[in-house]
Nanobody
Framework: QVQLVESGGGLVQAGGSLRLACSAS????????MGWYRQAPGKEREFVAA????????GYADSVRGRFTVSGDNAKNTVALQMNSLKPEDTAIYYC??????????WGRGTQVTVSS
């Protein structure tokens, strides 16, 4: 089994910054990608950012590119999301995920990010 635990959410004013962190434990030796999704009230869960361990390749949603930065440590199975220039529309529950070479995916329980205008 794999457990993912997020931290770092909270309330911030528009234009501010937050840093989310996620740590994976358990059977993690075959992860190949970790990242973040988010879900705002009344909306579907959407991709935010991810990092692939091979080559350190990162990917971002258009809505966050240039403001958010994803980073991670393969050896420690951790991933972080630095969020700058936050906007009210970034308000959502942010979920960490880990994808394995087997195709299995695991998710954290989420952390709330609220951006006030």
């Amino acid at each position: 089994q794999v457990q993912l635990v997020e931290s770092g959410g909270g309330l911030v004013q528009a234009g501010g910054s937050l840093r989310l962190a996620c740590s994976a434990s358990g059977r993690t030796f075959s992860t190949y990608r970790m990242g973040w999704y988010r879900q705002a009230p009344g909306k579907e869960r959407e991709f935010v950012a991810a990092i692939r361990w091979s080559g350190g390749i990162t990917g971002y949603a258009d809505s966050v590119r240039g403001r958010f930065t994803v980073s991670g440590d393969n050896a420690k199975n951790t991933v972080a999301l630095q969020m700058n220039s936050l906007k009210p529309e970034d308000t959502a529950i942010y979920y960490c995920y880990a994808k394995f070479t087997s195709g299995d995916e695991y998710w954290g329980r989420g952390t709330q990010v609220t951006v006030s205008s």
